[in-house]
């Protein structure tokens, strides 16, 4: 992607790059100047157009489901007035577990004729970035079905052995209680801490046991508000403990179709990471609310932490920057939202933390 932003920038033609949400990613010389002041990275192509949104939605969905580029005309304000240009966008990179699609807009003037040979070449470049990704996809697919069904495996086979482990250890424990003598204080010491390793090996197998099944996603009508409150609510005094303190921002939210169960699951991963991000404490910032140009909700977990060292895909199953860390919990994440349609990016910076940012879509709620 660098290489090709590298390229558009030297192009006299005004290109684009979009997520398939319509957020602007990146912008040459050529779309500021067609545009003007107001084309921003991170801010929505929404706002720059004169065309109401849900054409711009058909626009972004026409250009996502092709490599190839497909026109469109759209309206921006220019001078006072409005004028027409014309607008060509093709898939640069199709959505992946945690990453949107990014979409690249070539934008001419209706009076200018469209350059024949740029359009080959940018053809030929986006058809070999396709074919890159989709060999990529199909090592990433074959490799993730090995290691799922390797987790099985040794779940299982760990299981029992765990099982009989901590019986021993609870029997061990009433033992030592009923002598109740001081020269016993290193034994149950040791209990302790064994107890701690086991508690910490049942949660490495359920994690293991979570990732090698298949996601089966059970909807339901959800309160999202009330669901971050039962998720918090057992653990804002052990973050308290740790020197974090929980803030909740969250607007009015409509219920949204999810899997409870798993929503749960995933928002308390994400919380759980963001503590242990922020070892000498800090804030746990969670916020919620409605983006009516993507038709979602978004959630939004931050921290004030040390931040994710560059280079690491914290999605990539077994990657982890924590000494003690098993690297499925933010994989596990990820899978649980894709499952749901939705999409889990995150931006970070060194020292000063990392937010989290799900994008839920919102489904019709027949009945209600």
Known sequence: MKRLLQAINVLPEAFIVVQGSGCIVAANSAARELFGTHLKEGHSLAEVISDPVKKLLRCLQLWSSSRQFLPASLQIPRDGSVSTIRCDGAVMEPATAGCPSLLLLRCVPRSES?????????????????RQIAEQKARDSDRLMSLATAAAVFAHEVSNPLNAIAMSIQLLEAEVRERNDLSSQHVRDSIVEANKEIERL????????????????????????ATLQEVLT?????????GVRVEFDIGSLPLLMLDRDKIKQAILNLCKNAVEAMPEGGCLTLRGYLCKTTNAVVLEVSDTGIGIPEGIDVFEIFRTTKPTGTGLGLPLVSQIIS?????????????????FKILLPMRSISGL
Do not use: C, M
Request: aromatic share 12%; no cysteine; proline share 6%.
């Open 339 to 355: 499952a749901h349609h939705g999409t889990i990016t995150y931006v970070t910076e060194p020292a000063k933390g990392t937010t």
């Open 114 to 130: 469209a350059s024949t040979q740029l359009f080959i070449q940018l053809n030929e470049k986006i058809e070999h970035l396709w």
């Open 202 to 225: 049942t949660s490495l197998l359920r994690d293991f046991r979570s990732f090698a099944r298949p996601q089966f996603i059970e909807f339901q009508p959800t309160d999202l508000a």
């Open 234 to 242: 057992p653990e804002v005094l052990l973050f308290r403990a740790a």
